[in-house]
């Protein structure tokens, strides 16, 4: 579709060197929403295309997560300890993208990739004691902080994160891998259960375990609900879809996505053998044995970000334009103007059949309307030879609800001192409501200058009649 417009704007010959617009000044029946999200077009020279930007981020914590921590107690005490227990289990998703909206109809609603994304999750264990000493002893400082001996310190979390650059739309997911450290279950001598003495030998079996965790990212779908709640939702899979535009100065979505994160788990049990004889180690290979943790799978339905994507909107033109007579080798203008009482900068280029580009034409050929302005365009009708011409002006508009606006042309091409006006350059004046000239040419020409006048007419007629009655 750009590939279209682009051949297009190069086959007219038109330069664009508008610069980059941001959406114009609304009207004053739409007041922005608080925090919605305004559209501009795509670059300088696309006026069929604009694009907002677009951010998510969302972090679901599962009702296991607990965090109690006590703090440094008793609190300004010189002796002070410090316990604590966590249990974290959570996952942040965060997506960036954009909103692309395409002309003409039907309106292409996309969000395409190339943004960023990240994913990150945290679950496991941790628990710890702690301690701090700050006295003075005989005149000496004692300071001192560190984990209070004897009492098992845990930390066993599973924690990973990956940055990508789609929304990663199903199946092409997204994982993240965490490895937690290791921790020691349990220990036990088992020579020492059978009587011989540490001091000669030790050896037995202990048990660690290692928990390992994967996260999976996949948007399922994107969501586009247009702001008026009477039009019915978008659901788009690959976040493209197409949707007719019923007209107006600009149109409302609220985007979001929605996806799932898939977990997979696994606890690592790792049994070791030990043994120490006369205070030699001996080394036994260590087992690892997995074991499957079900985890489940957790949604993740985004806020909706609400696009304000301002349009360009264009009045109707005039039907026609009539010329009337036109002495050769003279021209004539009428002027035609274009109204945008869109949100957006209005682009309008026009062209008439190849065969009349001599006889009919714009000036300037492409006209640019600011948001909730006119512009006046001229339209000009030199004869080449005498007897009627007729075509039609065509401007091809960015306006998305009507692309084409077109315009029949009209005029006579007359010899030197036939045409009413003399027709030398300038434009026609408006039209009254009494019938008189007008500035869309939409007019009878007006009598021939040496034509007999009507008063004329009636005193011959009054002659004539005496005459015959005399005779």
Excluded at 196 to 209: F, H, N, R, T, Y
Aim: proline share 8%; aromatic share 8%; net charge negative.
């Amino acid at each position: 579709m750009k590939r279209a417009r682009l051949l297009s704007g190069l086959a007219l010959g038109v330069a664009l060197g508008a610069p980059r617009i941001a959406a114009a000044a609304p009207d004053a029946g739409a007041a922005p929403t608080p925090g919605e999200v305004i559209a501009e077009y795509c670059s300088a020279t696309d006026y069929e295309c604009t694009t907002a930007p677009l951010a998510y981020a969302k972090t679901i914590e599962l009702p296991v997560a607990f965090d109690w921590d006590t703090g440094w107690i008793p609190n300004g005490s010189n002796i002070q300890v410090r316990f604590f227990v966590k249990l974290p289990a959570q996952t942040t998703v965060e997506l960036e993208g954009s909103f692309e909206t395409t002309w003409p109809e039907p309106m292409t609603l996309a969000t395409p990739g190339g943004g960023r994304g990240f994913l990150s999750f945290e679950y496991g264990l941790e628990v710890g004691a702690q301690a701090k000493v700050d006295l003075t002893v005989g005149g000496v400082g004692i300071k001192w902080q560190g984990n209070i001996p004897f009492v098992p310190k845990v930390d066993w979390k599973m924690a990973g994160e990956k940055e990508f650059t789609s929304w990663a739309f199903e199946p092409n997911g997204v994982s993240a891998s965490g490895l937690s450290p290791k921790l020691r279950l349990f220990e036990v001598n088992v020579l020492s259960l059978a009587g011989i003495p540490s001091q000669i030998s030790k050896g037995g079996v202990a048990l660690d375990a290692k928990g390992e965790l994967t996260a999976t990212y996949q948007t399922e779908r994107m969501r586009i609900e247009p702001a008026k709640v009477t039009d019915t939702n978008i659901e788009s899979e690959n976040g493209t879809t197409l949707r007719d535009f019923a007209g107006g100065a600009f149109v409302e979505y609220d985007v979001f996505p929605e996806g799932r994160v898939d977990y997979v788990g696994t606890i690592h049990l790792i049994p070791s053998f030990f043994l120490t004889v006369l205070g030699k180690d001996f080394s036994i290979p260590i087992v690892d044995v997995p074991a499957s943790l079900k985890v489940g799978s957790q949604d993740f339905i985004f806020d909706p970000v609400r696009v304000h994507v301002p349009l360009p909107d264009i009045e109707p033109l005039p039907a026609e334009l009539d010329f009337g007579a036109v002495e050769l080798g003279k021209s004539k203008k009428l002027s035609v103007s274009l109204s945008n009482v869109g949100e957006a900068k209005a682009r309008a280029v026009a062209f008439v059949d190849s065969s009349m580009t001599s006889t009919f034409g714009a000036l300037p050929p492409e006209v640019f309307v600011e948001s909730m302005q006119k512009q006046s365009a001229d339209v000009v009708f030199e004869p080449q030879a005498m007897g009627p011409f007729e075509t039609v002006l065509t401007y091809v508009t960015n306006d998305p609800d009507d692309r084409f606006r077109k315009i029949t042309l009209r005029g006579t091409g007359v010899g030197p001192g036939e045409a009413p006006d003399g027709g030398t350059d300038g434009v026609i004046p408006k039209q009254d409501a009494s019938g008189d000239a007008a500035g869309c040419g939409c007019r009878t020409p007006a009598p021939r200058q040496d034509a007999p006048g009507g008063a004329w007419l009636v005193m011959t007629g009054a002659v004539l009649l005496v005459r015959r009655r005399r005779r």
